[in-house]
């Protein structure tokens, strides 16, 4: 029962955040989370030390949890580094192409296409990420998948809070036209697809969304 109370305060206000019904930077008070759940400020604090691992509130010592508050300057920053290091694997993957890690792409793009159709917004930002972090494991650098897997968090708490509709079947389209070029050893073609496919990431994102609630009740009703 605990963790069943857990996981709706969690995914309550995951859709709260996504949905844009509460403001980045909110005080996220205990015990005003325990009364409107019904629920111990234990079962809060499991939930939000979740939340923050999934980087969408920040935990602050003798302060409380917040709402995550990136900024147009970190996401600019964030697509920028990213552009830098994807490039240069993309060039590696096509050197080092072989069938059965196009096979490996194409399984997880198949995954990508059924989850465009899930209302769950985060699982289907967290795969399109994926797509990135399996490309750069596949090229057997570990190192940069997991430089990759921080960067691609960030960003995808980014995607979450900013991105206009329809942006994820864009993205997921972009892939599949990345992956001709990585099997045709194009590449030219493929590190152009790259490049071009963050920056349309990045130019999807709407920092100018009417502004949310602070009122976590009114946010979670």
Request: hydrophobic share 45%; no cysteine.
């Amino acid at each position: 029962m605990e963790s069943s109370n857990t996981r709706v305060i969690v995914d309550s206000l995951t859709r709260a955040i996504v949905e844009h019904r509460l403001q980045p930077g909110t005080k996220l008070a205990e015990q005003k989370l325990a009364d409107h759940f019904g629920v111990s400020r234990t079962l809060v604090r499991q939930a939000l030390f979740q939340l923050a691992q999934n980087r969408l509130i920040t935990l602050e010592p003798a302060r409380g949890a917040f709402v995550a508050a990136p900024t147009v300057e970190e996401a600019r920053q964030v697509f920028q580094v990213r552009r830098m290091l994807e490039s240069e694997m993309t060039r590696e993957f096509v050197r080092t192409v072989t069938p059965a890690r196009i096979r490996a792409l194409r399984e997880h793009m198949a995954d990508e296409k059924a989850a465009l159709d899930n209302p769950d917004a985060a699982a289907r930002i967290e795969l399109l990420g994926d797509f990135h972090v399996r490309m750069a494991e596949l090229t057997g650098n570990e190192v940069l998948a997991q430089i990759l897997r921080d960067l691609i968090s960030r960003s995808s708490l980014i995607s979450l809070m900013y991105q206009r509709d329809g942006a994820a079947r864009h993205s997921q389209e972009e892939h599949m036209e990345l992956v001709k070029a990585l099997a045709a050893r194009d590449e030219k073609r493929a590190v152009k697809l790259m490049d071009e496919h963050l920056r349309h990431v990045e130019e999807s994102l709407a920092f100018d969304r009417p502004v949310p609630t602070h009122d976590i009740a009114l946010a979670l009703a």
